[in-house]
C-alpha cells in the first residue's frame, strides 16, 4: 500500500506543477495586453526563459538524485518551487516576471528525476510503462486544471490569482512528502538490493553506457522531435482559439481543460496500460505503438491548427493531446529500464533537459517568431501556420521510434546484465 500512497502523492505534486505550466498559457493574453509584449517575447516567456534554467540545474540535480535521499530532496525543490510561484503572481514588470520563470524552471529540474526513479525502484519492469502513467496522468490533470481553473480565477481575480493557489498547494503537498513517504530501497523492484549499498559510477561512465544504447539515444531524439511540435501546439493553443475563432478565455479554459486534460489523463493511462501489454510479449512492439502515436500527433495537430470548426478543432485537440500524453509512460518507464539503476536519476535529467531546453524552450519560441513572420501575410491566422510548421517536426520521430524497436531487446539485456554486476 506503501507505494501506491507514494505514487499517489507523486502524481498529485506533478498535477500541481502542471497547473502553474498550463497556468502560463492562459494568461499570455492578459500578460501580453498589460505589459505590452511581442509574440516573440510571450514565446521566450511561457518556453525559452524556463527551459534555459531547467537545463542548467537538471544534470546536477539528476546526479544527486543518484546519491541522495530523494524524498527529502523533492521535498525541498518543492517548498522552493512554491515560493518562486507565488513571487511570480506579484511580479510587476515583463522582466520581473521572466526572472522568476527561470527561477520556476531550476527548481522544478529535479522534481521528475526523483519521482520516476522512486517508482522505478517500487513498480517492476513488467508494470513500469503502467505505474509511470499513472505520474504523468498528472500532466493532463494539472493542465486542465490550470487551463479551466486558472481561466476562471483569471477572469473573476486577475491572471495573478491562480499562482498563489498552485503556490499553497505546493507547499502544503511538500509537506505531505516529507511526513508521509519513506524513501525506497534502489534496486528492490529489480531483485537487486544490493545496489544500494554501492557507489553510483561516476559521470562520465554514466554518460557512456547511455550512449552505447541505440535505442535509449533514438527513444530521446524522437522524444525531443515530439516535444517541439506538441508544446508549441499546447503554449499557442489560447491564443489561436481567441484569434482565430473568437472564443472568450472562460470558453478557451473549458475546451482545453476537457480536450487536453480530459482526454491527455485519459490516454495517459490507456496507453501506459496498452504499453506495458504489449512490452510484455514483445518490447518492440511498445516502440511501434509510440511510433503510431507520434504519427497521431502530426495529423490531429494538423487539424486542430486548420480546420474552420470550433467543433473539428475540439476533436482533433482531443485525439492531439491523447496521443501527446500516451508517450509519457513507455518514453519515461523506458529510460529507467534501458540504463543501470543508479543511473536511472541521471538518465531521466538528461531526458527531460532535452525535452525542455531544446523541446519546450524551441518549440514555443520558435512558433512565436514564426507567427510574427507570418503575420504580414495571414494576419489574425499567422499563429495557425507557424503550429503547422512545427508540426511536421514530429515526422522523423516515427521512423526513430521504428529504429528504436530494432535494439531495444538487446539493450535490455545489457542493461539487466550491468544489474548483476
Known amino acids: 500500500m506503501h507505494r501506491h500512497l507514494t505514487l499517489m502523492l507523486l502524481t498529485l505534486i506533478a498535477t500541481v506543477q502542471f497547473f502553474d505550466r498550463a497556468l502560463m498559457v492562459v494568461v499570455m493574453e492578459p500578460v501580453k495586453q498589460e505589459f505590452g509584449l511581442s509574440d516573440a517575447q510571450l514565446g521566450l516567456l511561457s518556453g525559452l526563459s524556463y527551459a534555459v534554467a531547467f537545463a542548467l540545474a537538471g544534470i546536477p540535480l539528476g546526479w544527486l538524485a543518484d546519491r541522495v535521499n530523494r524524498k527529502r530532496l523533492l521535498s525541498g525543490l518543492l517548498l522552493a518551487w512554491s515560493a518562486l510561484v507565488a513571487a511570480c503572481g506579484q511580479s510587476g514588470s515583463f522582466l520581473a516576471l521572466l526572472s522568476m520563470r527561470v527561477g520556476i524552471g531550476a527548481a522544478d529540474a529535479g522534481g521528475q528525476p526523483c519521482s520516476v526513479s522512486m517508482i522505478a525502484d517500487h513498480y517492476a519492469r513488467q508494470h513500469r510503462a503502467g505505474a509511470v502513467a499513472v505520474l504523468y496522468a498528472g500532466v493532463p490533470l494539472g493542465m486542465a486544471g490550470g487551463f479551466m481553473g486558472g481561466a476562471l480565477l483569471a477572469a473573476h481575480y ?10 499553497l498547494l505546493g507547499a502544503l503537498l511538500a ?18 538490493h544490493q545496489v544500494s549499498a554501492l557507489p553510483p559510477p561516476p559521470l562520465a561512465v554514466t554518460l557512456r553506457f547511455m550512449r552505447g544504447q541505440a535505442s535509449l539515444m533514438q527513444l530521446f531524439a524522437a522524444s525531443v522531435l515530439v516535444t517541439i511540435s506538441s508544446s508549441a501546439v499546447m503554449s499557442w493553443i489560447g491564443s ?8 472568450d478565455l472562460p470558453s478557451v479554459g473549458l475546451l482545453t481543460a476537457i480536450c487536453m486534460g480530459g482526454f491527455g489523463a485519459f490516454g495517459t493511462l490507456l496507453f501506459g496500460w496498452a504499453s506495458d501489454r504489449l512490452g510484455a510479449a514483445d518490447m518492440r512492439r511498445q516502440l511501434h505503438l509510440m511510433a503510431a502515436l507520434a504519427l497521431g500527433v502530426t495529423l490531429a495537430g494538423c487539424v486542430v491548427a486548420l480546420a474552420p470548426s470550433i467543433i473539428a478543432v475540439a476533436l482533433a485537440l482531443a485525439v492531439f493531446a491523447a496521443c ?22 541521471l538518465s531521466m535529467s538528461v531526458l527531460i533537459v532535452l525535452l525542455n531546453l531544446i523541446g519546450v524552450g524551441v518549440g514555443p519560441t520558435l512558433a512565436g517568431v514564426l507567427s510574427d513572420s507570418f503575420a504580414a501575410q495571414f494576419g489574425a491566422a499567422s499563429v495557425r501556420w507557424a503550429m503547422v510548421s512545427l508540426l511536421l517536426i514530429t515526422l522523423p520521430a516515427v521512423l526513430l521510434f521504428g ?3 530494432r535494439t531495444v531487446r538487446d539493450d535490455l539485456e545489457r542493461a539487466h546484465a550491468s544489474h548483476a554486476r
Not at 160 to 167: D, E, K, L, N, Y
Not at 179 to 192: K, T
Not at 240 to 247: A, D, F, K, P, Q
Not at 328 to 336: I, V
Open 175 to 192: 509537506l505531505l512528502l516529507m511526513l508521509l513517504v519513506r524513501e525506497p530501497v534502489r534496486g528492490a523492484s529489480d531483485g537487486q
Open 158 to 167: 486577475g491572471w495573478r490569482s491562480g499562482f498563489m493557489v498552485a503556490a
Open 324 to 345: 501527446v500524453a500516451g508517450l509519457n509512460g513507455p518514453t519515461y518507464a523506458l529510460s529507467q529500464s534501458l540504463v543501470q539503476l543508479r543511473m536511472r536519476g
Open 403 to 405: 529504429r528504436a524497436a
Open 240 to 247: 489561436l482559439l481567441i484569434r482565430s475563432h473568437g472564443l
